[in-house]
């Protein structure tokens, strides 16, 4: 359980990640500077306009990876991968993307957003130090592979792996625990 002075990184990190989205990234390195900015770099490949990507119709999960993997493959394979490196990310900037993000969110379509995303990794990412009440140190995300340091509660820093698969299962698991309205009657029993 997280203390009450400690920060949301879920609510941090996922700002964060839909600030640097629309980038295209393929890999980020976010660390926590001695200021406690948040400084991200990483690579990003070129993308076909966004005008060429048809809107999704779909809300099934299945049709989520459909459209992924048909985003993806839009990517132009023979373009060079871009460097991008010290974008600091102080408290008021990531209180202005979160306010977007949640501006956003509420204009979606109804579709599930990809739990690949980078910012939906960074967001399951805090999600995972709030749970554990540790404090972020600095995290990779790579091949689809995350890479977490974090301090413990003890102090002790610890490095974690998470593959897709276990990317996959907090996201199910988070989305279980999430406040959700309860069901009423519809007839009688």
């Known amino acids: 359980m997280k203390p009450n002075n400690s920060p949301d990184y879920q609510s941090i990190l996922r700002a964060i990640g839909q600030g640097i989205e629309k980038l295209g990234v393929e890999s980020v390195d976010l660390e926590l500077s ?6 991200v770099s990483g690579m990003y490949r070129e993308t076909t306009q966004a005008s060429t990507v048809k809107p999704k119709t779909k809300t099934s999960f299945l049709s989520l990876i459909i459209n992924a993997a048909k ?15 010290g974008i600091r990310f102080t ?6 993307l979160d306010r977007a993000g949640k501006a956003s969110r509420s204009r979606r ?3 599930p ?3 690949l ?12 130090l709030d749970d554990k009440g540790s404090r972020f140190s600095r995290l990779l995300w790579q ?6 340091w974090h301090i413990k ?35 009688s029993d």
Do not use: C
Not at 120 to 127: D, E, K, P, S
């Open 34 to 39: 001695d200021n406690h900015e948040f400084v």
């Open 143 to 148: 091949h689809g592979t995350l890479t977490l």
């Open 109 to 111: 379509d109804g579709n």
């Open 71 to 85: 985003t993806n493959a839009k990517r132009k394979p023979d373009t060079a991968l871009f460097h991008f490196a």
């Open 153 to 187: 509660e003890n102090g002790v820093e610890a490095k974690e792996l998470f593959r897709p698969e276990n990317l996959y299962d907090n996201w199910v698991h988070h989305f279980k625990t999430r406040k959700s309205h309860a069901l009423r009657p519809t007839g």
């Open 91 to 96: 408290q008021s900037n990531i209180d202005l």
């Open 117 to 128: 995303g980078i910012a939906h990794v960074l967001r399951m990412a805090g999600a995972y």
């Open 113 to 115: 957003q990809n739990p």
